[in-house]
Nanobody
Framework: VQLQASGGGLVQAGGSLRLSCLAS????????MAWYRQAPGRQRELVAV???????DYVPSVKGRFTLSRDNGKNTMYLQMNDLKPEDTATYYC???????????WGEGTQVTVSS
């Protein structure tokens, strides 16, 4: 499985962006999909995770502003980000996981910069 993240950019505070994560290859064993972010000088943190067919969870700082969604027909996961804040500035990464095999797939990051 290869993942390609896109959709980052520069936006003013209060604006919106939609990130995409396109998967190539078979994702039949994937049981969770997630978005992470890493700001300069900080550890990578989980932003949102979807346990396939079960539940989607968000870090408290983005609840009500970010929405993770999937288009199975397009093998694509999205992160709709609204009301962006400067503290959302980071490189965003997508990750697909197959817990039965203990395998994780990461996409290259896409930069999100929010100006005040």
């Amino acid at each position: 499985v290869q993942l390609q993240a896109s959709g980052g950019g520069l936006v003013q505070a209060g604006g919106s962006l939609r990130l995409s994560c396109l998967a190539s290859g078979s994702i039949s064993g994937i049981d969770s999909m997630a978005w992470y972010r890493q700001a300069p000088g900080r550890q990578r943190e989980l932003v949102a995770v979807n346990y396939v067919g079960v539940i989607t969870d968000y870090v408290p700082s983005v609840k009500g502003r970010f929405t993770l969604s999937r288009d199975n027909g397009k093998n694509t996961m999205y992160l709709q980000m609204n009301d962006l804040k400067p503290e959302d500035t980071a490189t965003y990464y997508c990750k697909f996981s197959d817990s039965r095999r203990g395998t994780h797939y990461w996409g290259e990051g896409t930069q999100v910069t929010v100006s005040s």
